[in-house]
């Protein structure tokens, strides 16, 4: 069984930071791109940032671009979220995803509907 467990989310001041981690098990996913998702209180699941197996590209949204850092270890089949600079528009539930098919085409990174494996999720609140 394939599953994605986010943890290190939690509450912080804003300009805090923190660092989300999503391990996988069932499968490895050295050769699939990932990414990570959220969704704040009334509001859509949003793409947050994307990486390709390799580690060599990433993509962010333009509203996390230079605070937040996304990287992998395949050794431990394991993405992580460095999120700093913390804003309470910030706060939201933080999914990691994952592609089922290796080397997926960049332009479908920011698509939810192309991702096939998904995290339960890992809460983020930010106070100001």
């Known amino acids: 069984q394939v599953q994605l467990v986010e943890s290190g989310g939690g509450l912080v001041q804003a300009g805090g930071s923190l660092r989300l981690s999503c391990a996988a098990s069932g499968r490895t996913f050295s050769r699939n791109a990932m990414g990570w998702f959220r969704q704040a209180p009334g509001k859509e699941r949003e793409f947050v940032a994307a990486i390709s197996w390799s580690g060599s590209n990433t993509m962010y949204a333009d509203s996390v671009k230079g605070r937040f850092t996304i990287s992998r270890d395949n050794a431990k089949n394991t993405m992580f979220l460095q999120m700093n600079s913390l804003k309470p528009e910030d706060t939201a539930v933080y999914y990691c995803?994952?592609?089922?098919?290796?080397?997926?085409?960049?332009?479908?990174?920011?698509?939810?509907?192309?991702?096939?494996?998904w995290g339960q999720g890992t809460r983020v609140t930010v106070s100001s």
């Open positions: 995803a994952a592609h089922a098919k290796e080397s997926s085409n960049p332009r479908t990174w920011l698509r939810i509907d192309a991702y096939d494996y």
